[in-house]
């Protein structure tokens, strides 16, 4: 009788732990004065089709704006895709995303193109939200 | 005759054929089955005869002097379609048409989300070309010299058997002109002026590469015999022979 009614205190408790944690494992709210804009950059220049999520990297990956503002990247949007040096090039020699695309602190520049570069295709599907033959100009 | 009077005769039987008769018809078949059967081997293209031992030709089997090859750095494409607008403004493709496209293939990958590769598509200037054989006008040939499918606009009737051979999808038809366009490796546009196709020159990523297979000093025929690399070409099964190739190089 007793180790029966322990047993369910014991079930009880752990549930209880369980349900707990379930409610602090459940994420913060996205604030976008926190992580930023919530809604994926598109840069158009110097190359059509490039994303940049600040989700992914200060809401999920930890990252602070101070990271990459204003050293890297202006705090105003579309400042950077206004610089001639916004290049593969200039990340390649750790400017831009390229501080920490160096294949050590996140993958290199020069691999996994497609991540970013979603192309005009990947915008378009983005945008409509159709997987409509990409190139319609 | 109508069928329905034909329903309301008497079934003949074939007691009735003489054995010539029969003979003569048994022939006729051998005849019409050995059109087709000669047809698919033999081509009737003027092309000259290009099989070739693999995939990529070996020396002695380059059918054209220039051998104009593109090979294509699939993985490094970014789907920024400056080759499109290039081609466009270049060879006047109208907003509908395309002479080249990206396609692209995802696959899941294990951290989830996709990874994309484009895959970009021309005319591949078959040693064998499809096309070529089913145009009832000949207004689609090889060039001789170069092995470039080239448009006779003015002998297109616009039928469009071509576009529907064609196992690369690379052909449209030009509504304004009632023609059917296609790439040409930019022959009169940039070629005839010793410039290279619009879209390797508009490639920010060095996608394209364009020259003659032939020329064993010229990328392309690095890219194509560079080892720890593999070359691959669309459709192969067709048996058309196509000169666009894709690599890991």
Redesign the interface.
Known sequence: MKKSLMLTLLCVVMTAVYLVAAENEQKVEYDEDLYGPESLIIWEK?????IFSHKRHTYEAGLDCSDCHDDLFEMMAGAAEEEDNFTMEAMYDGEYCGACHDGGFAFAADT????C??????VNRLENGSEE???S? | MKIQELMKLKNEGTSGLSSRERRQFIKMGFIVTGVYFGGRILSLTSAVEAASSGTVPQEGEYSYSPHYTMVIRE????????C??AC?SVNDVP?HG?RT????KRRPIEYGGF????MPILCNHCNRPPCVRVCPTTATYKDEKTGIVVMNHDRCIGCKTCMTACPYNARYFKEEERYVDKCNFCRDTRLAQGELPACVTAC??DVRIFGDLTDKKSRVYKLLHTPDTYVWVLRPETGALPNVYYTTA
Request: net charge neutral.
């Open positions: 110097p190359v059509k089709g490039v996994r193109c497609t991540a570069h979603i192309g005009v295709r990947g033959e990409g190139g100009h | 993985q490094l494409c970014i789907d920024c379609e400056r499109v607008e466009h907003g395309r496209k990206i396609l692209e990874e994309t590769v484009f920010p990523a």
